[in-house]
């Protein structure tokens, strides 16, 4: 997958390339082979689709990587990352979640799903610090009578 400030979620796989049976000179023409290039095709999409429907409306298009004989060797997915929003912090966290589930969807994540979602849980955290800031700025205030607009009486 790639983030958008985009980093990817990517399912990369590696089965040797060989020609069954040997018969025919073009692999383009071997039964076995086109099944084979159907099944690796099937699969990355697979893996790529999990993320897509994980991330919802934050995922953008699947792309599928072939090598050149056209057999998949990949693909990808773009996400929004999510920054930090000072302003509504549990808007990151929701952001993030959703980035860290579309990052974790496939039943197999590569190192690239991992780092995803590493990226995701450190934005979260970041924006649960900046909550928690917020909280104890609110704590602050309640306890000022000044800064709550309350009047105060001063006799003497």
């Known amino acids: 997958m790639s983030l958008g400030n985009v980093t990817g979620m990517t399912g990369m796989y590696s089965t040797p390339l060989r020609p069954v049976g040997g018969k025919s000179s073009n692999m383009q023409d071997n039964p076995a082979f086109l099944q084979f290039k159907k099944e690796k095709y099937d699969e990355v999409y697979s893996h790529e689709l999990a993320h897509k429907n994980a991330g919802g409306a934050l995922a953008g298009?699947?792309?599928?990587?072939?090598?050149?004989?056209?057999?998949?060797?990949?693909?990808?997915?773009?996400?929004?990352?999510?920054?930090?929003?000072?302003?509504?912090?549990?808007?990151?966290?929701?952001?993030?979640?959703?980035?860290?589930?579309?990052?974790?969807?496939?039943?197999?994540?590569?190192?690239?799903?991992?780092?995803?979602?590493?990226?995701?849980?450190?934005?979260?955290?970041?924006?649960?610090?900046a909550l928690e800031q917020k909280g104890q700025q609110k704590m602050q205030v309640a306890s000022n009578p000044m800064a709550m607009g309350q009047k105060l009486n001063f006799t003497a």
């Open 61 to 129: 298009e699947i792309v599928v990587d072939v090598d050149n004989n056209g057999v998949a060797t990949g693909g990808h997915v773009n996400i929004a990352m999510p920054t930090l929003n000072k302003a509504n912090p549990k808007e990151t966290i929701n952001h993030a979640e959703i980035v860290y589930k579309a990052a974790m969807a496939p039943h197999e994540p590569s190192d690239q799903d991992f780092k995803v979602a590493g990226l995701a849980m450190a934005a979260r955290y970041k924006a649960e610090q």
